[in-house]
């Protein structure tokens, strides 16, 4: 059973420590360093233009990870980003009963940073940890806008960008145990994921590719659709 009680968020999100540091999110005012909000972030400018946080967050796992694919990078990236975004709500759902307010006018993004230091937000709002406001907090607010911005400039499939979505939804439920479960399977069977994988007791196995074996050296994911990395005549088909 989902909890649908709503409580109070204490302001630092203390509980969170506790889950480890991809689950943390610093809370209270603006941050330091002053780094765009997401709300400012997922502003889908012309392409080429400079000083865009997703293109200098691309290019900087396409450096780290040496492909010269740009959607590869693009599609880590988005899962990378989603995973966080869904540890942090998770988390608190299973921790408080209640999920913050993602709001991105109020939460800050570096794209140079890694976590906890990447996501800052200025006040922790609670919100119900029902599916339907989660769904809200993090795939409408968030990953859809995320991924309008993707495919605009890197011609990532949608497929592709619905599975790392659910992918790292399923991710996260199975870091924090059997008491995610329920809130993560509801949220699998929401319409903006549905048809995105299959959930068998805690495994997840998706029905696209996030490219990873594109990476030199990578291979599959463990929820892969693919057993083994596609000879290159199935390398258009991945996503």
Same mark, same amino acid.
């Given at each position: 059973?989902?909890?649908?009680?709503? %409580?109070?968020?204490?302001?630092?999100?203390? #509980?969170?420590?506790?889950?480890?540091?991809?689950?943390?999110?610093?809370?209270?005012?603006?941050?330091? @360093?002053?780094?765009?909000?997401?709300?400012?972030?997922?502003?889908?400018?012309?392409?080429?233009?400079?000083?865009?946080?997703?293109?200098? =967050?691309?290019?900087?796992?396409?450096?780290?990870?040496?492909?010269?694919?740009?959607?590869?990078?693009?599609?880590?990236?988005?899962?990378?980003?989603?995973?966080?975004?869904?540890?942090?709500? &998770? !988390? +608190?759902?299973?921790?408080?009963?209640?999920? *913050?307010?993602?709001?991105?006018? &109020?939460? /800050?993004?570096?794209?140079?940073?890694?976590?906890?230091?990447?996501?800052?937000?200025?006040?922790?709002?609670?919100? *119900?940890?029902?599916?339907?406001? %989660?769904?809200?907090?993090?795939?409408?607010? /968030?990953?859809?806008?995320?991924?309008? #911005?993707? =495919?605009?400039?890197?011609?990532?499939?949608?497929?592709?960008?619905?599975?790392?979505?659910?992918?790292?939804?399923?991710?996260?439920?199975?870091?924090?145990?059997?008491?995610?479960?329920?809130?993560?399977?509801?949220?699998?069977? /929401?319409? &903006?994921? #549905?048809?995105?994988?299959?959930?068998?007791?805690?495994?997840?196995? =998706?029905?696209? +590719?996030?490219?990873?074996?594109? %990476?030199?050296?990578?291979? %599959?994911? !463990?929820? +892969? +659709?693919?057993?083994?990395?596609?000879?290159?005549?199935?390398?258009?088909? @991945?996503?």
């Amino acid at each position: 059973m989902v909890l649908l009680l709503l %409580v109070d968020l204490d302001p630092e999100l203390a #509980a969170l420590t506790a889950l480890g540091g991809f689950f943390v999110l610093h809370t209270g005012g603006a941050p330091p @360093s002053a780094p765009p909000t997401l709300a400012e972030t997922y502003e889908n400018r012309p392409s080429g233009a400079q000083g865009s946080p997703i293109v200098s =967050r691309v290019e900087k796992v396409a450096a780290a990870l040496r492909t010269p694919e740009p959607r590869v990078a693009a599609s880590v990236f988005q899962l990378g980003l989603a995973a966080r975004l869904w540890s942090v709500t &998770l !988390g +608190c759902a299973l921790a408080y009963g209640a999920v *913050p307010d993602l709001d991105p006018a &109020l939460l /800050h993004w570096d794209p140079d940073a890694s976590a906890p230091d990447d996501l800052w937000l200025s006040e922790a709002r609670p919100l *119900p940890a029902d599916p339907e406001t %989660v769904a809200g907090v993090v795939l409408r607010t /968030h990953l859809e806008p995320l991924a309008e #911005a993707l =495919r605009a400039r890197y011609r990532v499939a949608p497929g592709l960008l619905r599975g790392n979505a659910a992918s790292a939804l399923a991710g996260t439920a199975r870091q924090l145990g059997p008491g995610a479960g329920p809130l993560a399977a509801a949220l699998l069977a /929401h319409p &903006l994921l #549905a048809g995105t994988g299959t959930l068998t007791g805690g495994a997840f196995r =998706r029905r696209s +590719c996030c490219l990873y074996y594109r %990476v030199p050296g990578g291979g %599959v994911c !463990g929820d +892969c +659709c693919f057993t083994r990395p596609p000879r290159p005549s199935a390398r258009g088909a @991945s996503g």
